[in-house]
């Protein structure tokens, strides 16, 4: 089944405890992103990734970081953790160029920072 | 640069009456829009998607949007609301140029009452 998975699917932490969000996808598709979706704000996107090793900053991408070593492959690691990064968190994936906005999301990712 | 409105964050109707559900873009480029749906506790799911070919374009569940470019919209309809449809909906812009940034609005709940 085509998918996008992410774990854990809650989370809740501490602030300053550094904590990692995975993101697998198996379509082979080239584009992924993060988002993030607090109420009344929509999704914004914090960083995407258009292929192997080539990443860039979305609209939020202060606190985040991202890594992107392998096609199937795109975690979000939030180093220092701070309570205004409480927020439901969502991986998308898409085939490429021209598509990109053909997204496949991922169940979301509920995370407390306390 | 490109945004999106959304015209109402809430919409009420009744089961078996007509939706209509609001949303204006602004782009420098041509561009892709899409709909998107997202049940409670659910990632998001593409709606329908318009790319530059027929202006009324129909998606899943029986939702339909129209591109009118003099207007700059792109409202989804739908002839008669079935409880299932409750769920919060989002317009999204993307312009046709590669691997471009999505722009989503901030959402519209429809409301479904029997």
């Known amino acids: 089944e085509a998918q996008v998975t992410q774990n854990p699917r809650y989370l809740i932490t501490v602030t300053g405890k550094k904590l990692t969000v995975t993101c697998s996808q198996n379509?082979?598709?080239?584009?992924m992103s993060w988002y993030r979706q607090d109420p009344g704000l929509g999704l914004r996107q914090i960083y995407y990734?258009?292929?192997?090793?080539?990443?860039d900053k979305g609209d939020v991408p202060e606190g985040y970081k991202v890594s992107r070593k392998e096609k199937r492959n795109f975690p979000l690691i939030l180093e220092s953790p701070s309570p205004n990064q409480t927020s439901l968190y969502f991986c998308?994936?898409?085939?490429?160029?021209?598509?990109?906005?053909?997204?496949?999301f991922g169940p979301g990712t509920r995370l407390t920072v306390t | 640069a490109q945004s999106v409105t959304q015209l109402d964050s809430h919409v009420s109707v009744s089961e078996g009456t007509p939706v209509l559900l609001r949303c204006n873009y602004s782009?420098?480029?041509?561009?892709?829009l899409f709909w998107y749906v997202q049940h409670p506790n659910k990632g998001l799911q593409l709606l329908l998607k318009?790319?530059?070919?027929?202006?009324l374009v129909k998606g899943i569940n029986g939702f339909e949007a129209e591109f009118k470019k003099s207007e700059t919209s792109f409202h989804l309809t739908k002839p008669s609301a079935h409880m299932s449809d409750a769920a919060e909906y989002f317009c999204?812009?993307?312009?046709?140029?590669?691997?471009?940034?999505?722009?989503f609005g901030k959402g519209t709940m429809l409301l479904v009452s029997p």
């Open positions: 998308a994936s898409s085939p490429g160029p021209g598509r990109n906005g053909e997204q496949y």
């Open positions: 379509m082979n598709h080239e584009y």
């Open positions: 990734s258009m292929n192997v090793e080539v990443t």
């Open positions: 782009s420098s480029y041509s561009p892709s």
């Open positions: 318009y790319t530059s070919a027929a202006t």
């Open positions: 999204v812009v993307s312009d046709r140029s590669g691997y471009s940034t999505l722009t």
